[in-house]
C-alpha cells in the first residue's frame, strides 16, 4: 500500500524534479568547509601563527637606532665653532633567546593547525548530520502524505458504506477525524522540512529556501583507532608554547647589551702663538651599554606565564578524559543504532502484510473501524520509527568517524 523501501534508506534521491544534480556526501562535508565563516577564522589564525613563526626566526629582533647630533654656536658667540655626531645602535640578545622564542612559535603554529582540523572536523559533521535530518524529514512528510492519502481514501470509503447503511455514523465520523489528523500531521511535517532545508543550506552558505536534492551514500566505518584527537593536539601544543614562554621569560632576565658604532666631529677655537685658529677633530666611537637587572627581572611575567603553563597542562588533561569516554560513547552509539535499524528495518514486511490483512478484513465487515484505525497507527508509528532509526545510524556514524577523527566521508583532515 505504501512506498515504504523509500523511507528507509538514506541512499535515495530526493525531491524528485528538483534543478541540478544529486548533492553527494562529499559535496556536502566540501561545501560547508568551503563556505564556513568557523572554518574560514580557524585558517585566518593559522596563517597568523605562521607569521609569527616567521617573525620570531629572525636572528636580531630590534631594530638598529640611529643618533644625529649638531651643535654650532652661531646662535650665541659666532666663533664658528661646531659639532657633528652620528652614532647607530643595536640591541643585542645573547642568552639563546631565539631558540626559545622559535619553540614557542612553533609549538603555537602546531596548536592552531590542531585547532583548524577541529573546526573541520565539527563543522563537517554538522553538515552530514543537518544533512541527513533533512533525508529523515522528507521521508516523514512522504510518509505523512501517503497516510493522509489513505485516510481520504478510508473517509470516501466510510461514506459510501453509511450511506448504503453497512457502517453507524460514528465509524464515517471517525474517519473524517483521521483524515484531519492525518492533514495536521502533513502540515506539521512539512514545517519541519523546510526547517531543517533551511539549516542544511545555511550550512552550506545557500540561501535558505534554496532547492535541495541529495544522494547520501553509506560511508565505511574505520577500525578503532587510538590516534591523538586534534583537540588534544592543540591543547599538547598549547602547553608547550606556554612551557617555552616560561623558559624564555627566565632568559630574558639576563641582561640584553646594546652596541653603538658612531663617528664625531669637532671644530673648536684654539690660541696659538701666531694667534687664534679653528681646529678640526675627528674619531670613531665605539659603545657598549648593559642594563642592570635590580629591581625588573620578569617578576609578574614569570608569574604568570607559570600559571598559563599549569592551567594548560590541566586542560590537557581534562580532555584526554574526555576524549576517551566520547570514543567509547561513540562505538556502542553506532553499535546500538545499527542494530536496531536492522531490526526495524527487518520488520516493515511483516507490518505491510499484517495492515493488508487488516485493510480486506475490514472490508468485508470481519473488522471495525477502531480495530482499523489502531493498526494503522501502530504500522506508521513502526515505519516512522525505521526511517528515525535510519537517520540515527547516519548521525552514529558520522559521531564515530568524528570520534576516530575523520570527516563524514571517511577522510581525515589534512
Request: aromatic share 2%; net charge negative.
Amino acid at each position: 500500500m505504501f512506498a515504504v523501501a523509500t523511507t528507509l534508506s538514506l541512499v535515495l534521491v530526493t525531491a524528485s524534479g528538483v534543478e541540478g544534480a544529486a548533492w553527494t556526501l562529499e559535496r556536502v562535508v566540501g561545501d560547508a568547509l568551503a563556505t564556513s565563516p568557523e572554518v574560514a577564522a580557524a585558517r585566518a589564525e593559522e596563517g597568523g601563527a605562521e607569521g609569527e613563526l616567521a617573525a620570531d626566526a629572525r636572528w636580531v629582533r630590534e631594530n638598529p637606532s640611529l643618533e644625529v647630533e649638531y651643535g654650532t654656536d652661531a646662535v650665541t658667540e659666532a666663533q664658528g665653532e661646531r659639532k657633528l655626531a652620528l652614532m647607530i645602535s643595536q640591541q643585542l640578545q645573547v642568552a639563546g633567546q631565539r631558540g626559545l622564542r622559535v619553540e614557542r612559535a612553533e609549538a603555537a603554529l602546531e596548536a592552531a593547525r590542531a585547532r583548524r582540523r577541529a573546526v573541520e572536523l565539527r563543522v563537517a559533521r554538522e553538515a552530514a548530520d543537518a544533512a541527513a535530518e533533512w533525508v529523515r524529514r522528507e521521508a516523514l512528510v512522504r510518509l505523512a502524505e501517503e497516510v493522509l492519502a489513505a485516510a481520504r481514501s478510508l473517509e470516501e470509503a466510510a461514506a459510501r458504506r453509511f450511506a448504503a447503511g453497512d457502517v453507524p455514523e460514528l465509524d464515517r465520523n471517525s474517519a473524517a477525524l483521521e483524515r484531519a489528523r492525518a492533514e495536521a500531521r502533513v502540515a506539521q511535517s512539512r514545517a519541519d522540512m523546510a526547517s531543517a532545508r533551511a539549516l542544511l543550506n545555511r550550512l552550506l552558505g545557500r540561501p535558505a529556501t534554496a532547492p535541495l536534492s541529495l544522494t547520501l551514500g553509506a560511508v565505511a566505518v574505520p577500525a578503532e583507532t587510538h590516534a591523538e584527537p586534534p583537540e588534544v593536539e592543540a591543547a599538547r601544543a598549547e602547553a608547550a608554547a606556554a612551557r617555552a614562554e616560561v623558559a624564555l621569560l627566565r632568559r630574558e632576565r639576563f641582561p640584553d647589551p646594546t652596541v653603538s658604532l658612531g663617528y664625531e666631529q669637532e671644530k673648536r677655537r684654539e690660541e696659538h702663538a701666531t694667534g687664534p685658529d679653528l681646529h678640526t677633530a675627528s674619531m670613531v666611537v665605539a659603545r657598549l651599554s648593559v642594563p642592570l637587572p635590580l629591581w625588573n627581572r620578569n617578576q609578574g611575567e614569570l608569574a604568570g606565564a607559570r600559571a598559563r603553563h599549569a592551567a594548560r597542562e590541566a586542560e590537557r588533561e581534562g580532555l584526554e578524559r574526555e576524549v576517551e569516554a566520547e570514543r567509547v560513547s561513540a562505538r556502542e552509539g553506532y553499535e546500538a543504532a545499527r542494530t536496531a535499524e536492522a531490526a526495524l528495518t527487518a520488520a516493515l514486511p511483516g507490518i505491510e502484510r499484517n495492515l493488508s490483512l487488516v485493510q480486506r478484513a475490514y472490508e468485508v465487515g470481519e473488522l471495525s473501524l477502531d480495530a482499523l484505525l489502531l493498526a494503522r497507527d501502530r504500522a506508521h508509528a513502526a515505519r516512522g520509527e525505521a526511517v528515525d532509526a535510519t537517520a540515527a545510524l547516519a548521525r552514529a556514524r558520522a559521531a564515530l568517524l568524528r570520534a576516530s577523527n575523520r570527516l563524514p566521508t571517511g577522510e581525515a583532515p589534512r
